[in-house]
């Protein structure tokens, strides 16, 4: 019987699950540089590797999960003065509004029974200027049969959702590599004691970090995962056009950091 609970936070000193960490990891590498010198949100952060991987370029990091345990050991692992985390409900964002400038929230929507409220918070919470990333698996693909996945979307569905608060949403596939997608599809066919064989494996590991990168397209069924960025969110009064090109040329220097207000409430 598999242990579903060690694939939904993911812990990077737990070598069995060292593929998924890549994963989740790539994500964040993938986009970090929308954070740099802004106040970001960190959603679903678990052990706070994510958070710590933003917090190189962000001005401030608040990483929210809904264990306190698992809240106590991001902040020793990775709490600093530029990156704290909080116990907190996707579902119940207890932040200020228009204090968030970068959201990112990566394979949480399918996990909430009412990922409306959380769109509509994030709508609240950001800037005029704020945007959010999200990724969650493509529905028409995934088999994994997870669960703790409670409302999992198609590339329209989860498109027509979150363009109800947000005036610009750019939804992209994500897949990696065929190989590492054939891995993953073994892995789940395989017990969890068989792959604690790999635990250590500086080996597996190499192999595992030279094909986990994820590609982009717009290939609408076969990608198995979905991925958007949104921005100008309704709550504006003022709209700030903001383009995805725009976002990935903002050549702040890493590093220089502004004082930001707390965005708690």
Request: hydrophobic content about 35%; overall charge neutral.
């Amino acid at each position: 019987m598999r242990d579903w609970k060690i694939y939904e936070r993911v812990d990077p000193t737990n070598s069995s699950t060292y593929y998924l960490y890549r994963i989740h990891l790539d994500r964040y590498l993938g986009y970090a540089s929308f954070a740099r010198d802004r106040v970001v949100l960190d959603v679903g952060c678990a052990y706070g590797f994510g958070s710590a991987t933003l917090g190189r370029a962000a001005s401030q990091v608040v990483g929210i999960d809904t264990s306190p345990d698992i809240v106590k050991e991001a902040k020793r692992r990775y709490g600093s003065q530029s990156i704290d985390f909080a116990v907190m409900s996707a579902e119940h964002l207890g932040l200020r509004n228009h204090s968030i400038e970068v959201a990112y929230a990566f394979e949480v929507v399918e996990h909430l029974a009412n990922p409306e409220l959380f769109f509509a918070d994030l709508e609240g919470i950001l800037t005029k200027n704020g945007f959010a990333v999200l990724s969650t698996p493509n529905k028409l693909v995934s088999n994994d049969r997870n669960p703790f996945h409670i409302t999992e979307y198609s590339w329209d569905e989860l498109e027509s959702c979150l363009e109800k608060h947000f005036s610009s949403v750019k939804m992209v596939g994500t897949s990696h590599l065929s190989l590492f997608e054939r891995m993953i599809r073994v892995r789940r066919l395989l017990p969890d004691n068989f792959v604690e064989l790999f635990k250590g494996n500086r080996l597996f590991e190499y192999v595992i970090d030279r094909v986990a990168r994820q590609g982009q397209g717009r290939e609408r069924q076969s990608s198995s995962g979905l991925l958007a960025v949104c921005s100008n969110p309704w709550n504006s009064i003022e709209k700030t056009e903001m383009s995805l090109e725009s976002l990935e040329s903002d050549s702040g220097p890493i590093g220089v950091r502004r004082k930001a207000h707390s965005p708690f409430a």
